[in-house]
């Protein structure tokens, strides 16, 4: 026919020999093709040749190997893969790119429960105990430590006492951690000083005249590099225990808290929390007559113990000024709660307390909460409440433990194709070579294999 070429003996000749040729290399394995279309991931693709044809029988394995099987780096921008003609419908559809392999998937770490610790020793001592009490709660994390500073006479309000330096060194060991330390606002704290007296004192506080003595503490924390240190400032003001106690004044007791306030915020570097924190219901008089101001609390505090005798978990719920008000007064003020003290107390070693207490705060998330824990309040250091600590342990084993994340497997990076050594290509022409699907490549030392 016009046009076609004719295949005559001649012309059949160089691709016999070709053949000829190829057949005695290979079977003396010393051949390897070069695929002719092989380049670097996200280079420029060849063009691909009309009609093409695979060279390997119908049916069988790619003898180059299945390079899909290649897995690559994972990257967070992956190289596009380059774009390719569509084959004919009869070819077998082989990409030459390594196919992506999925990114290694690194669990995500759980999320925390809210901070929780226990009051322990208001000294080193207290810091030791900490990691002792995570060892008999298996391992739990307690990321809270909680002490108080005297308040028997003022150099001890201003932050003197050497523990603190015990205290700074285990907060700036985690960036996680809370360090909580109940500040007196008065001094002889605990001597029972007469309402008048504490009226008149209330009222110099207002007036300024203790001011040194917390812009000392202030600086004393900041210099200790506690700067974030949460404050339990006059804690349990509503009740008779204490001589910072609101009864006697409140008015005069909301100006002087929200003096101490305003001096300690304003030393350089500090970054405190002031925690407002009454004892649980009315007590001597109703603790939000003592609420200085949202401008100058940062939390919502509240010390719950298991009392009075007789009083079911429901009814510190309920009653006024109780739990259930805690919480509602924070959200009306756009604040968070927390329990500086909690425990057992009147009703001894109470189960139901210790189960609903655990409960109520995991639903209602404070902040921060601290067991007291020496008797009769405590589970660890108390050999007086057993059920009550088995279940506290029981709930709290293992807690927020630190886990070790997994570590991600590194894909193997693909290699670019190489030249294999001592081998020589062979000149065959551009249609055989198109046959073979590559160039052909000779090893001149075959002769040498079985000598």
């Known amino acids: 026919m016009a046009g076609k070429r004719r295949w005559t003996k001649r012309s059949r000749l160089p691709l016999i020999a ?12 010393s051949v390897s093709i070069e695929r002719a279309n092989a380049s670097p991931r996200g280079g420029p693709t060849p063009p691909a040749p009309t009609n093409p044809i695979p060279w390997w029988p119908s049916g069988t394995p790619d003898p180059a190997g299945p390079v899909a099987a290649s897995p690559v780096a994972a990257s967070p921008e992956p190289t596009p893969r380059p774009s390719t003609p569509a084959p004919a419908e009869s070819t077998p559809s082989v990409p030459w790119w390594p196919t992506e392999s999925p990114t290694p998937q690194v ?39 909680h002490t108080y500073l005297p308040g028997d006479r003022w150099s001890n309000i201003e932050g003197s006492p050497p523990f603190l330096n015990s205290w700074a060194r285990w907060r700036k060991e985690r960036a996680d951690r809370l360090f909580v330390l109940n500040v007196p606002m008065l001094e002889r704290n605990e001597e029972g000083v007469p309402d008048a007296q504490v009226r008149s004192l209330l009222r110099q506080g207002a007036a300024g005249d203790f001011d040194a003595h917390f812009k000392k503490l202030a600086e004393r924390l900041v210099d200790l590099e506690v700067p974030d240190t949460v404050l339990v400032l006059g804690w ?76 079911s978990f429901d009814e510190q719920v309920s009653e ?5 008000e805690q ?52 589970v660890w250091q ?14 709290l084993t293992g807690r927020d433990k630190p886990v070790e994340p997994a570590q ?41 294999r079985n000598s």
Not at 109 to 133: C, H, I, Q, S, W
Not at 320 to 324: A, D, T
Not at 355 to 373: F, G, Q, S, V
């Open 320 to 324: 006024p000024y109780g739990l259930q």
């Open 236 to 311: 349990e003001m509503n009740g008779i225990t204490y001589t910072h106690r609101c009864g006697p004044d409140p008015a005069a007791w909301k100006k002087y808290w929200s003096r101490i306030v305003t001096v300690m915020r304003s030393v350089p570097g500090q970054k405190f929390r002031f925690d407002f924190t009454p004892s649980r219901g009315r007590d001597a008089v109703p603790w939000t007559e003592c609420y200085p101001g949202d401008d100058v609390v940062d939390i919502v505090g509240m010390d719950s113990y298991d009392q009075p005798e007789g009083k």
């Open 18 to 29: 070709a053949g000829v040729l190829i057949s005695l290399v290979v079977a003396s394995g």
């Open 107 to 145: 669990p995500a770490e759980p999320e925390k429960f809210p901070a929780f610790g226990a009051y322990l020793d208001y000294g080193p001592l207290g810091v030791t105990r900490m990691k002792n009490l995570s060892e008999w709660l298996g391992g739990a994390d307690l990321r809270v430590g």
């Open 408 to 448: 991600p497997t590194t894909p193997t990076q693909p290699t670019d194709p190489t030249r294999p050594p001592q081998c020589s290509p062979v000149d065959l022409g551009d249609w055989v070579e198109h046959w073979l699907g590559g160039k052909l490549c000779l090893k001149f030392d075959w002769w040498q």
């Open 327 to 378: 919480v509602d007064f924070a959200v009306q003020h756009d604040k968070p709660i927390s329990y500086p003290e909690w425990g057992l107390f009147r009703n001894g070693d109470n189960s139901e307390y210790m189960r609903r207490m655990l409960a109520w705060m995991d639903e209602h998330k404070p902040l921060y909460n601290t067991l007291t824990d020496y008797c009769p309040h405590g």
């Open 382 to 395: 108390c050999d007086e409440n057993p059920k009550a600590s088995e279940i506290y342990r029981a709930a």
